[in-house]
């Protein structure tokens, strides 16, 4: 596995609007519903041990992750360095995105889904 800058740029370019920013919302909203399908990504959400700010950086990156491999780049993954550095160059907003999935995984730490935690 290695890494490469511009293949986590293309992915994240996706989620440029004409104004040069990324669509905050729409990017969060695309992190939890890939996030929250993916088996081991969801259990992360049953470890109330882990901040959920922790968990919110490890899907943005997982996300990216997936979604490398289906662009083709199969044996590539993303940093967060890479993808803090992108957010710089837009319009900054990385913590708005965190702060909304950390939200979407405090509310599903509240509902009863019959996890044994």
């Known amino acids: 596995m290695r890494t490469n800058q511009n293949y986590t740029f293309e992915i994240l370019g996706g989620f440029v609007m004409s104004n040069n920013n990324i669509n905050i919302e729409y990017l969060a909203d695309q992190i939890d519903i890939v996030c929250w399908n993916e088996d081991e990504l969801y259990n992360l959400v049953t470890e109330k ?6 968990i919110a950086k490890n899907y943005i990156c997982s996300f990216i992750n997936i979604e490398l491999g289906f662009a083709g780049y199969k044996n590539y993954y993303c ?7 992108y957010f710089k160059d837009h319009g900054d907003g990385l913590q708005k ?11 599903y730490r509240k509902i009863d889904l019959g996890w044994k935690v």
């Open 79 to 85: 940093t967060y360095a890479q993808v803090k550095k």
């Open 97 to 107: 995105v965190i702060d909304i999935l950390v939200n979407y995984i405090n509310e």
């Open 49 to 54: 041990r882990r901040r959920a700010e922790s």
